[in-house]
């Protein structure tokens, strides 16, 4: 099975600074990734699908890349709304099941 | 416009069994996938498992095979999730999320369900 592994853990920034999450996979996942943003009390909100594809009405400063095994999101510019958990995710062939990272916290500095 | 719309906090005791529903409305209820993902207190996301609507077919997560059973009501647009044999363990907020059949994430969420699980 697929292991995902988010890193940094916890990433302290400012507003209007550029944030850079990553997500590896223990296994070639091709572009079938996905990003997720969650607030606290609230269900997460998909962001990116197939890794680079921004979902609806998700603002611009929002670009996922990569392909294989190394993922990124990059927040080009923090707003104030931004500051949450981020989680990647992805579907295992076989057996079929799906699968988050542990996530990425961005918290203000 | 989706909305998933799940049904209220359970208390149970350990042993016991629970069963949350997901009433999907905005859309035709077979044209997407149901999932169910759980995150226990301070925890992050973890997959439960997986139903399709319009053939009742399901995958579980491994570690609840045996304990989890995902059914629906095409009639009403509603997924149930029970679990059995409860433990502390169990104590998360449960949600249920679509995924459309052409993609492999979940495009919307239900707004999710407290289980506590207490002696």
């Known amino acids: 099975e697929i292991v995902l592994t988010q890193s940094p853990a916890t990433l302290a920034l400012s507003p209007g600074e550029r944030a850079t999450l990553s997500c590896r996979a223990s296994q070639n996942v091709t572009s079938y990734l996905a990003w997720y943003q969650q607030k606290p009390a609230q269900a997460p909100r998909l962001l990116i699908y197939d890794a680079s594809n921004r979902a609806t009405g998700i603002p611009a400063r929002f670009i996922g890349n990569g392909s294989g095994t190394d993922f990124t999101l990059t927040i080009s510019s923090l707003e104030p709304e931004d500051f949450a958990v981020y989680y990647c995710q992805q579907r295992n062939n076989w057996p079929v099941t799906w699968t988050f990272g542990q996530g990425t916290k961005v918290e203000i500095k | 416009q989706v909305h998933l719309v799940q049904s209220g906090a359970e208390v149970k005791k350990p042993g016991a069994s629970v069963t949350v529903s997901c009433k999907a409305s905005?859309?035709?209820?077979?044209?997407?996938?149901i999932h169910w993902v759980r995150q226990a207190p301070g925890q992050g996301l973890e997959w439960v498992g997986r139903?399709?609507?319009?053939?009742?077919?399901?995958y579980y997560g491994q570690k609840f095979q045996g304990r989890v059973t995902m059914t629906r009501d095409t009639s009403i647009s509603t997924a149930y999730m029970e679990l059995n044999r409860v433990i502390s363990d169990d104590t998360a907020i449960y949600y249920c999320a679509t995924q459309q059949h052409n993609g492999d994430h979940f495009e919307d969420w239900g707004q999710g369900t407290l289980v506590s699980i207490s002696s």
């Open positions: 139903i399709n609507p319009n053939s009742g077919g399901t």
């Open positions: 905005g859309y035709r209820f077979t044209d997407a996938f």
